[in-house]
């Protein structure tokens, strides 16, 4: 075992950290009241090849390895989880199911844009009645010969607006059930293709979520993924390594509440003595450290799994939702460290503790994850 970085990682974790800091920080809370998309952010991002960060360089992607992915991930979140979750939508949810199942059409017409920054992507699975229960899709593609029809509702839709790629999933043969579904590369500038307004959130609200509706959309037969009925499979694939990007999300927001609350303790003082020599204070901050090792740890070890072609479904569900749990205790704690400057946006912990609610909510929500986690016990 090696617990060092790379040298690589090492500088890839340092440029993520140096580009929250500098491009990221400034405005973030505005952003976030104001729920204005990062446009800029984003672009500057872009033009550092963390969009597509884990794609094959033949591919126009960065070619980075998953360890560095969580790395930077973690960097990114701790300042700005709305681009985080861009970060990982478009790198583990678009680029990768491209990666790995996509033709060579498809890879050449749609990965190597999304890959090399030119488009962004997003992923359209839940629908206003099938979230956690995905097998149950009313969007519906139609065999029509040479296309597809496509009808129905997505909701919840990361990049909905921004994204120039969608990657689709509906049900073709309702009879077969799950085994029905497919996946489908649509443009979004297609006709018959509309969005709802932009979700107002309780966090990450700089993100870019909306409702995406269908209505008699031609899909070319070539578009879809991998053989007729391989939909719900290519998203739970998909889903596997997308969790260990919100893993990492999660770690960073903990992180980055963790840091705050530990630069506060030692300045913060109350009866004569600075806050982090209160024992309650000291415990709170110990708890909060090893519960972020615990999760750094559980991220890490499933990026190196995948890393080395090995399973990893079961380690990312396990990181996913560890991570998350502990996001919202470590910044429930840092907002009670912070006292009332802790609960007032200023000082950014209250807009960790929101933005650390959804990691248990999407990809999967936690009690998803233990179903997944118990299931695979309970097998063995
Ligand atoms: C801001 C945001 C962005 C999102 N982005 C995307 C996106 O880009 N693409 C996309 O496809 N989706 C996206 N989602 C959707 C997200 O993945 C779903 O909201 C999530 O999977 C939960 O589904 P649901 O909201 O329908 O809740 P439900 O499935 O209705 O769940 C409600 C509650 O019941 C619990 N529950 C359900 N079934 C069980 C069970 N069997 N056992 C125990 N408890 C259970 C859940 O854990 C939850 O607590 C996003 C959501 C949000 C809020």
């Known amino acids: 075992m090696n617990f060092e970085y790379t040298e690589e990682q090492e500088m890839i974790r340092q440029s993520a950290r140096d580009f929250a800091e500098r491009e990221l920080l400034p405005g973030v809370n505005e952003r976030d009241a104001n729920a204005e998309f990062p446009e800029e952010q984003v672009k500057k991002l872009t033009e550092l090849g963390f969009m597509g960060m884990l794609t094959d360089v033949k591919y126009n992607g960065g070619g980075m390895d998953t360890v560095s992915y969580v790395l930077a991930m973690e960097e990114i979140s701790k300042v700005d989880s709305a681009v985080g979750v861009m970060m990982s939508v478009n790198n583990s949810l678009v680029n990768w199911g491209l990666e790995e199942y996509g033709t060579e059409e498809q890879i050449e017409k749609y990965l190597k844009p999304l890959a090399g920054g030119e488009k962004i992507g997003a992923f359209l699975l839940s629908e206003p009645e099938a979230g956690s229960d995905a097998t149950s899709q009313r969007t519906k593609a139609d065999d029509k010969g040479d296309y597809y029809l496509l009808n129905g509702v997505k909701n919840w839709i990361t990049n909905a607006n921004c994204a120039s790629v969608y990657l689709v999933i509906a049900q073709t043969h309702p009879e077969k059930k799950h085994k029905g579904i497919n996946a489908f590369i649509v443009e979004k500038d297609w006709e018959g293709i509309s969005l709802g307004p932009h979700e107002d959130k309780m966090g990450m609200r700089s993100s870019d979520t909306h409702s995406v509706m269908f209505t008699d959309v031609k899909v070319p037969k ?94 990312s569900a396990m990181a996913k939702q560890y991570a998350a749990d502990i996001a919202m205790e470590v910044t429930t704690e840092a907002v009670q460290i912070l006292g009332g400057y802790g609960y007032v946006r200023e000082y950014h912990v209250e807009r960790l503790m929101r933005e650390a609610k959804l990691t248990q909510i999407y990809e999967g929500t936690s009690e998803i994850q233990k179903i997944v986690i118990s299931r695979t016990i309970l097998a063995d």
């Open 222 to 315: 070539e578009n879809r993924i991998g053989e007729d009925g391989f939909g719900f499979k290519f998203a739970m694939k998909t889903l596997d390594g997308g969790r260990l990007g919100i893993a990492s999300q999660a770690l960073g927001i903990a992180s980055g509440a963790y840091e705050r609350a530990l630069q506060y303790s030692k300045e913060r003082k109350a009866f004569g003595t600075e806050i982090a020599n209160h024992q309650a204070i000291a415990f709170k901050l110990s708890d909060m450290a090893v519960k972020i090792e615990n999760a750094r740890n559980l991220c890490l070890k499933c990026a190196w799994l995948k890393d080395n072609g090995k399973p990893y479904g079961f380690a």
